[in-house]
């Protein structure tokens, strides 16, 4: 147990690191955090926002953004590159759009990580840091609050969100599907690695699992039956005067998610629910979006990332073809019918809508998997895991687009230049938000971590 002394020294402590970094925090009316104006010690990106489009399951990319034309039939697949925008940029023929944006976007041909198990993966890529069994892919077990937080919770800790919006909301959370029948359906339990972890709950995403731009797909915003937001606000203020100072981590805990509860529910929520609709938005940048879930849900990151959120993740997987990216089998169909003209249509859409309104520069925007895909095409005309090379696309937000960083080995199974791992990309995100990786926060236990273990990507600013 901690005493009295050990708790006031480790809360004085992370005060003068939230200074350092270049952020304070501030328990504002709403019970979300806010930064303290003026704190801008080692503050360097100007970016406001994060859209992380994160491709759950693994995208191939051999099949996407790093085609090896030239490579033995068995490796390099039906498709064909085209050229970019850029001079001498070759990306899928099936990405055409993005094709013509590739001078937005940066990307790394080059990422590597020796891991090429799902849920490790998916834990490292999202949070920095390796599960205490990396090699075991079966680990479903629902967050931990002795999990290290996900980059969005770091990034709510830290920066500014608007007193009626949470700092870090996922749409949908981070969950995997299982089989069953030939029918596909989300987990019951989410994963590890997509929530706070010893950050608190304070900082767990606000979720979206429904129907983008629909209310009913945010259940926390919904009021108790037969009580007004005005009753509600009433009740607060009666549960503040009766609160007593939380004498244990399971109180404060539960101190905080009431305070959550109240903003989201009461009368701050006539602020909070127009930035989840979609409905003021022009019919024809919704077709362009594409009128599937996955492109209403980045139109809907668009506008929360405009409202001034901090962080809004894509953590999406959910396609008829196949187990979304985990393309074991069928890769070429899947990728054809239903996920390359996705992508190619909604993140190019984003790119575009975001540049239009003069908001890319200050939002960052990051698309990645958990790892790449087998360079040998399988049996069943699929892919395995693969995490020793795999791509990724970086965009906005201080980013310098048209260049490629890195390059892989002659049919895409290894880096050959400028290897990246993906704590690399966690530290280049940081940085073009404000925060360096040395960044502190702290465990329940208070000892300190740094926010990132990489290095930042400095050629890509």
Known sequence: MLTSFERQAGILR????????????????????????????????????????????????????????????????????????VPGVQICELLPRLAKNADKFALIRSVSHPNSNHTPMIYYTLTGRPTAQPLVDNDIRPPQRSDFPHV?????????????????????????????????????????????????????????????????????LALPDRVSSDRLDSRAALLSLLDQPARSVAARAMHEFQQQAVLLTGAANRDTLPAFSLDDEPAELRDRYGRHRFGQTMLLARRLAEAGVPMVSIHFNEMTVCDGWDTHSKNFDALKSELLPMVDQSLSA??????????????????????????????????????????????????????????????????????????????????????EPDCKIHDELQRPWEISTGRVLTRLL
């Open 350 to 435: 984003l790119l575009e809508d975001l540049d239009q309104r003069g908001r890319l520069d200050e939002t960052l925007v990051v698309c990645l998997g958990e790892f790449g895909r087998t360079p040998k095409i399988n049996g069943n005309a699929g892919r395995d895991h693969w995490g020793d090379c795999g791509s990724a696309l970086l965009a906005g937000g201080g980013i310098r687009g048209g260049q490629v960083l890195g390059a892989s080995d002659r049919i895409g199974a290894y880096p050959v230049s400028d290897k990246v791992d993906p704590v690399d990309i966690h530290a280049t995100l940081y940085h073009c938000l404000g925060l």
């Open 14 to 85: 992370q005060r003068r690191e939230l200074l350092r970094c270049g952020g304070g925090l501030v328990v504002a009316a709403t019970g979300w955090p806010s930064a303290l104006e003026g704190a801008t010690d080692r503050t360097t990106g100007q970016a406001r926002s994060c859209i992380l489009v994160y491709l759950l399951g693994g995208p191939p990319h051999l099949d996407m953004l790093d085609l090896k034309p030239e490579a033995p039939q068995e490796v390099r697949g039906p498709f064909a590159p085209i050229a970019t925008n």
């Open 152 to 220: 969005g919770s770091v990034l709510a800790k830290f920066k500014a969100a608007p007193s009626s919006l949470p700092g870090y909301i996922a749409l949908p959370e981070l969950a995997i599907r299982s089989s069953s029948k030939g029918e596909f359906k989300r987990a019951r339990s989410p994963l590890r690695g997509g929530a706070a972890g010893f950050l608190g709950t304070r900082f767990d995403p606000l979720t979206v699992n429904g129907e983008p731009g629909t209310r009913e797909a945010i259940p926390a």
